[in-house]
């Protein structure tokens, strides 16, 4: 038992000390029209400004981009893709407190390797559930909460 529990203690030391989170794209229901905006609850999504306000009908797909050719270990989600009521496609983007992160695929069996619309190397992920467009955020250590 003792072992057992320091194993779990061992476990969520090293989870804290890389400062690492397994996120995804937020659910259609959980994202709001706020402001000329869609943005989610947690307020780590956000659109560009839009015209009309509507609601978010389902979620489409994801984009990945990787720093260096098709590694899957760094890189930034370049958005998360929806329709909405209205027929309009709207991208959320990912909205971090500073600057110094990066996301990683390595434990994502849902994207695949395409190409963007400039041949470079980009990552799809097409699953009709957000939480399976999932990604490893890494965060520095400079970042608050840490």
């Known amino acids: 038992m003792i072992a057992r529990a320091l194993f779990l203690f061992l476990l969520g030391s090293c989870a804290i000390a890389q400062g690492s989170e397994q996120l995804g794209c937020p659910y259609p229901s959980s994202i709001k029209f706020r402001d000329g905006h869609f943005q989610s609850e947690n307020g780590q999504w956000k659109s560009l400004k839009v015209e009309a306000a509507s609601f978010l009908d389902r979620f489409v797909g994801a984009v990945f981009v990787p720093l260096e050719g098709q590694q899957r270990q760094q890189g930034y989600v370049e958005y998360c893709l929806y329709k909405a009521g209205n027929n309009q496609w709207v991208n959320l983007r990912f909205q971090a407190p500073e600057r110094h992160?990066?996301?990683?695929?390595?434990?994502?069996?849902?994207?695949?390797?395409?190409?963007?619309?400039?041949?470079?190397?980009?990552?799809?992920?097409?699953?009709?559930?957000?939480?399976?467009?999932?990604?490893?955020l890494k965060r520095s250590k400079s970042w608050p909460g840490r």
């Open 101 to 136: 992160f990066s996301m990683s695929l390595t434990d994502s069996l849902h994207w695949v390797p395409a190409r963007g619309p400039f041949e470079q190397d980009i990552y799809l992920c097409t699953d009709s559930q957000p939480d399976n467009c999932s990604f490893t």
